[in-house]
């Protein structure tokens, strides 16, 4: 019988990562819809046989649909330096997993091909590979259209940016990290103002209340958490219960919404006061919803997800108002336009897109990006987009022409959020370097 060694010990990883891999296992193995004796003691073999009783009374209980959400689930719960660790090895674990009886049929292959599709194997492996450190300038700007005067550096984080948000009357940055702690700065002198500590995880997403003292925060485990930023107090905190890990959130324009994606592939509307759940709205069978953003009026809802399409929703009753086509591959990231007439989009296809709302029709492609683009936004004039992505790279796009104006690069980290200021002059993006640059253009 096929065994297969170390590093796949099942004691050596966390137990969200053990209960990831004991899925992988069972569904390879369990393809042919049996368990052969050998097959059995493999899994003792890698899980031991107390883990293996539990797990397999869990899952005998489920139906299809309800094994694959908890798949997914399980996948979304390891921590990126275990999926670093895990995920270079996979297929070839999988494949011991299907011949722990000596003997890989059609469909245990078939499943391990499926494995890899939802689990977007190869470009995750890419995401999760460790940054080269080299001994150049941390930031480099590309003179192009756009030239920047200055670049600032705010410091302070334990881990890589996560999420940014401005102020609407642009005093204030909001930060948050993989470390689980909100960073409040002054944008004028680059202070630190206070430090919100009550997330247990990583965070995903920070939102300034428009017009108020408070902000927003998700996480990993679905914790949503309002704060007033004034005093650096929580106000509510609320606890998810089977409602997925957020990854975005968004405060309607008069402060008294909150929707947030999440990684189970649906959007939930709350009201902001309380956190209460006012209607959950989307399908699972989409696969995670990666963003979500209100219209000016917070009648729609935009959001992405791993299918590659995104969708439009109607606020007041959950129905989908529009679904638009064209990615090749799952949409992190949307915005509405400032007038309201379209919507922009970051794929893991390396492309930004513009979609006319009106019609549902791609208007432009932006492409020059050679890695996933994870957060896109509109300037307040709507003439350019920003667009920060793992490809080390942030740049500035002209949207009339789609020419790239302004682009900077970190040889030491990656980007994964930007926003414009309110004054139209300034950029802030977040990286996995730990920092939040604050860019003055000349423009």
């Known amino acids: 019988m096929n065994r297969f060694a170390p590093p796949f010990c099942a004691k050596d990883y966390s137990l969200e990562a053990r209960t990831f891999l004991y899925c992988c296992a069972f569904w390879a193995i369990a393809a042919d819809e049996e368990l052969k004796p050998l097959e059995q003691q493999w899994l003792v073999d890698q899980f031991g046989q107390d883990g293996v009783t539990r797990s397999l009374n869990e899952f005998v209980a489920l139906n299809s649909r309800e094994f694959f959400e908890a798949f997914d689930d399980a996948a979304s719960r390891v921590p990126d330096n275990e999926k670093a660790r895990i995920y270079p090895l996979l297929e070839d674990w999988l494949v011991s997993c299907a011949t ?4 890989e049929a059609h469909n245990e292959r078939e499943v391990i091909e499926d494995i890899k599709k939802r689990l ?3 470009a995750e492996i890419k995401r999760l590979a460790p940054v080269k450190a080299q001994l150049v300038q941390p930031v480099v700007v590309s003179q192009t259209v756009v030239e920047s005067s200055e670049i600032r550096s705010l410091q302070g984080h334990e881990a ?8 609407s009357d642009g005093r204030f940055i909001l930060s948050a990290s993989e470390d689980g702690v909100l960073k409040l700065w002054n944008f004028e002198d680059g202070r630190e103002q206070w430090s919100f500590v009550g997330h247990e995880a990583g965070i995903t997403d920070v939102r300034f209340v428009p017009d108020s003292m408070f902000a927003l925060s998700g996480d990993r485990q679905g914790v949503l958490i309002l704060w007033n930023i004034e005093n650096g107090t929580l106000i509510w905190k609320h606890k998810p219960k089977r409602e997925g890990g957020i990854t975005g959130i968004d405060v309607s324009a008069d402060g008294k919404y909150i929707v947030n994606s999440s990684d189970i592939g649906v959007l939930i509307l709350r009201d902001l006061e309380q956190g209460t759940k006012i209607r959950e709205f989307g399908d699972k069978k989409n ?21 590659k399409c995104l969708r439009l929703w109607n606020s007041a009753d959950g129905s989908q108002a529009g679904v638009f086509q064209g990615h090749e591959d799952g949409v992190i990231s949307v915005r509405f336009s400032p007038d309201g007439q379209y919507a922009l989009s970051g794929s893991r296809d390396n492309t930004l897109r513009l979609w006319s709302l009106s019609t549902g029709i791609e208007v432009k492609v932006f492409r020059g990006h050679s890695f996933s683009v994870y957060d896109v936004d509109f300037s307040p004039d709507g003439k350019r987009v920003i667009s920060s992505s793992w490809d080390h790279t942030v740049k500035l796009w002209d949207v009339d022409t789609c020419r790239v104006i302004f682009n900077m690069e970190s040889y030491e980290g990656r980007f994964s959020d930007s926003r414009f200021h309110p004054n139209g002059k300034h950029v802030v993006v977040g990286s996995s370097d730990k920092n939040i640059y604050v860019v003055r253009l000349n423009i």
Do not use: K, M, W
Request: proline share 0%; glycine share 14%.
């Open 160 to 167: 890589e940016i996560t999420g940014l948000d401005i102020s």
């Open 120 to 122: 977007l194997l190869n």
């Open 287 to 307: 696969g995670a919803a990666r963003a979500a953003a209100f219209n000016g009026d917070g009648s729609l809802v935009l959001s992405g997800s791993d299918d």
């Open 100 to 103: 722990a009886d000596d003997d």
